[in-house]
């Protein structure tokens, strides 16, 4: 009986922390309405040593089905979608990201996203929307910072007054449990049934961007 008990906790013990391998996604959007400034456009150092990720890191994106609602609806408009592969552990990993054509040092979209393994992969998105003049010099920014916690797997909303974020980070040697040995299923006390298993979290069914925001936003 020791043995099996041994089993059991093993079959559900977390993953070591060397299975630190992620897929990252992220779709970043605009929302109708007036557009929210920043008293200052984006610094010249927004990416502040961060690098980008490695061009063999990238992976097909999975929230395709989000991003065709909010591309299909009224009053959205998808600046950013990206997925790529990323380990996290619990020293924070910083990458920076950004879309569109370079103008007087900066991208139409530009930021910076932080992951830290701990109980949940802590995050922080630090994000510029740009808008350049006729003379191709920046004008305005919108900025987006945000501090969230993740759950693996799980689709996270990020508010904003003129954005949004969706942000899932799910592991990518994520294994299908294992079911009980025959053994321990015949140690089962008797009269009682057995559960099934339980189903993993699904993303909402409405595409998750009008969900309630994972936190609170930082304006400046």
Same mark, same amino acid.
């Given at each position: 009986m020791f043995r099996y008990l041994l089993l059991s906790?093993?079959?559900?013990? *977390?993953?070591?922390?060397?299975?630190?391998?992620? /897929? $990252? +996604?992220?779709?970043?959007?605009?929302?109708?309405?007036? $557009? $929210?400034y920043s008293s200052q456009p984006a610094p010249d150092d927004w990416a502040k040593g961060a690098q980008p990720p490695a061009p063999d890191s990238r992976r097909p994106t999975a929230m395709d089905a989000q991003a065709n609602k909010l591309a299909q609806a009224q009053g959205y408009h998808v600046l950013m979608h990206k997925a790529w592969k990323q380990?996290? #552990?619990?020293?924070? !990993?910083?990458?920076?990201?950004?879309?569109? /054509?370079? /103008?007087?040092?900066?991208?139409? !979209?530009?930021?910076?996203? #932080?992951?830290?393994?701990?109980?949940?992969?802590d995050t922080q998105v630090d994000f510029w929307i740009n808008q350049f003049g006729g003379d191709g010099l920046l004008e305005h920014s919108q900025h987006m910072v945000q501090? !969230?916690?993740?759950?693996?797997? !799980?689709?996270?909303?990020?508010?904003?007054?003129?954005?949004?974020?969706?942000?899932?980070?799910?592991?990518?040697?994520?294994? *299908?449990? #294992?079911?009980?040995?025959? +053994?321990? +299923?015949?140690?089962a006390p008797a009269g009682q049934p057995q559960q099934a298993p339980q189903q993993a979290p699904q993303a909402p069914a409405n595409g998750g961007f009008d969900a309630p925001p994972a936190s609170e936003p930082t304006q400046q």
């Amino acid at each position: 009986m020791f043995r099996y008990l041994l089993l059991s906790l093993a079959l559900l013990a *977390p993953a070591s922390f060397a299975d630190d391998l992620y /897929q $990252v +996604e992220l779709i970043l959007f605009q929302q109708e309405g007036d $557009v $929210v400034y920043s008293s200052q456009p984006a610094p010249d150092d927004w990416a502040k040593g961060a690098q980008p990720p490695a061009p063999d890191s990238r992976r097909p994106t999975a929230m395709d089905a989000q991003a065709n609602k909010l591309a299909q609806a009224q009053g959205y408009h998808v600046l950013m979608h990206k997925a790529w592969k990323q380990a996290i #552990t619990d020293q924070p !990993v910083k990458i920076s990201l950004s879309e569109g /054509q370079e /103008q007087d040092g900066h991208f139409p !979209v530009e930021g910076t996203l #932080t992951l830290r393994q701990q109980r949940f992969v802590d995050t922080q998105v630090d994000f510029w929307i740009n808008q350049f003049g006729g003379d191709g010099l920046l004008e305005h920014s919108q900025h987006m910072v945000q501090d !969230v916690s993740l759950k693996n797997g !799980v689709l996270a909303y990020l508010d904003h007054p003129s954005l949004g974020m969706l942000v899932k980070v799910s592991p990518l040697n994520a294994k *299908p449990a #294992t079911p009980p040995p025959a +053994e321990m +299923e015949e140690d089962a006390p008797a009269g009682q049934p057995q559960q099934a298993p339980q189903q993993a979290p699904q993303a909402p069914a409405n595409g998750g961007f009008d969900a309630p925001p994972a936190s609170e936003p930082t304006q400046q």
